[in-house]
């Protein structure tokens, strides 16, 4: 997968607000874009995020059926997470994988990135396929506000639901399970 082009930076003229949320930044920014034009563009500042699409020895995903209160329903969605401070993409995968799924992984597999909402946000999601899953008798606590229900579906019956539009998946997701359709070969 090709890295991320490299930046083709706006001038920063000034920040005129900034608002601090849960593990996010807000802020509304006065800048001269690259062709000249001067405008105000409000950004998402995000440390960034790791996703897996795990795959059992027998083929079957492993996808969890989550609550999103911004959308208020719940999504399928392969477990992801947010990178903390310290953390690696890598690392940040395989400690959201134990707690929101219960497996762990022994061959990771990655995906390349993508950027998720570019017109608002800094994100960079950085995705793997993870492999050779191993059932944690106990898996670790997770975050207090994740409603979640982890689901087992064969690959046929995840591209049925993804073309019918019968269940939600999220576009981060989409994205990964193609890619790892690629790799896998299927």
Not at 172 to 181: D, E, M, N, Q
Request: hydrophobic share 40%; glycine share 8%.
């Amino acid at each position: 997968m090709a890295p991320l082009p490299p930046p083709e930076p706006a001038r920063h003229l000034e920040t005129t607000a900034s608002l601090e949320a849960r593990k996010l930044r807000f802020e509304l920014n006065r800048v001269l874009l690259p062709m000249g034009v001067e405008g105000s563009f409000g950004v998402i500042r995000h440390p960034g995020a790791s996703l897996a699409v795990p795959v059992l020895d027998d083929g079957r995903v492993v996808i969890l059926r989550q609550y999103r209160f911004a959308v208020a329903t719940r999504l399928l969605e392969f477990p992801a997470g947010t990178l903390d401070p310290g953390e690696t993409p890598l690392s940040t995968m395989q400690r959201e994988l134990q707690e929101e799924a219960g497996y762990s992984a022994t061959r990771w597999d990655p995906l390349g990135a993508l950027l998720p909402c570019p017109g608002y946000s800094d994100e960079v999601i950085h995705l793997f396929l993870a492999r050779e899953l191993t059932a944690l008798e106990q898996p670790p606590a997770g975050d207090d506000d994740e409603d979640l229900e982890v689901l087992l579906m064969e690959p046929g019956e995840l591209d049925r639901a993804l073309a019918s539009g019968d269940e939600y998946l999220d576009a981060k997701s989409v994205s990964a399970w193609l890619r790892a359709k690629q790799l896998l070969g299927i």
